[in-house]
């Protein structure tokens, strides 16, 4: 049986999952040849988790790159995602990625379609800690169409960012409104989803998004809302940590190689 291979950029909390995974018998159809992390002890713990023998920790992303390898997992960062991709398809390789907000850069969103069909090659958007691609895509190509994004999360999770504030910890408030471009800008790492959501349905501009801290709240719950003439559908989904992204991630890789195509 052919095997794919398989690369991981960004090597956290969320590869470790992936690579679970492939020890746990869910990805046959793939083999790990590579694993990347800015800090080199996070991709040998990859690697020596699935096999050191055969999978390469790599010392910079264009190592990793050089590899060629049938499907990059990128669990990093969207400016990461930013840095590989042009490189990673124009040398055939397709991209299952996390790191949805690097596509609020109209730009790049652009280019990256452009390389990708000139190369043959693509790039994967996992449903990460969201879900319902499917119903977003569809109601918004029936048109006239709106979507918002409700996200709730606990105050602990804002620390560090601009939003942050000691009174959350006993007060309920909304710590933002605005699209999807300025959601991403704001948390660079937290509301990919949003984006994802609006890439599948209204565009990044169009997407009404708003985040609310509630003290003790864990974990995060996202409601997203689309309506057009004839459909309204709420996808809401809460969950305790953010491991459903990397579970997601396995998801795709499954479904790529998967006689049955969801
Ligand atoms: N779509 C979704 O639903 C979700 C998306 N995400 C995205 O997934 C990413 C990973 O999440 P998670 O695993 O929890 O985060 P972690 O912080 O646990 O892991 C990310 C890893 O990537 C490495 N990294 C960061 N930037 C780079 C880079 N430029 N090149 C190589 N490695 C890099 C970091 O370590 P080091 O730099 O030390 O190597 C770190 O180990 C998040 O940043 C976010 O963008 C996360 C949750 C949900
Ligand atoms: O884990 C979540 O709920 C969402 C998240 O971090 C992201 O979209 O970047």
Redesign the pocket.
Known sequence: MKKYSLAI???????HIVADAINNGLLEDYKLIGA????RE??IAIAEKVNPETCAVCGS?DELLALKADYIVE??????LK?FAFDALKRGSNIVT????AFTDKDFYEKVQVVAREHNSKIYL?????GGFDVLRTAALMGNCTATFDTEKGPNSLKGTSVYEDTLQTEKKQVFKGDAIEAINLF??RV??AV?ASLASVGPEKMKVSMTSTPGFVGDDHRIEIKNDQVHAVIDVYSST?QI??W?VVNVLRNITSPIVF
């Open positions: 950029v960004g090597c956290g909390k969320l590869a990347y992390s800015r800090t996070k991709a992303m669990t990093a960062s969207p400016a990461s840095e996390l790191s949805i907000g996992a449903s990460g800690a969201i660079p790492t990919n989803v994802a953010a992204a990397g997601s």
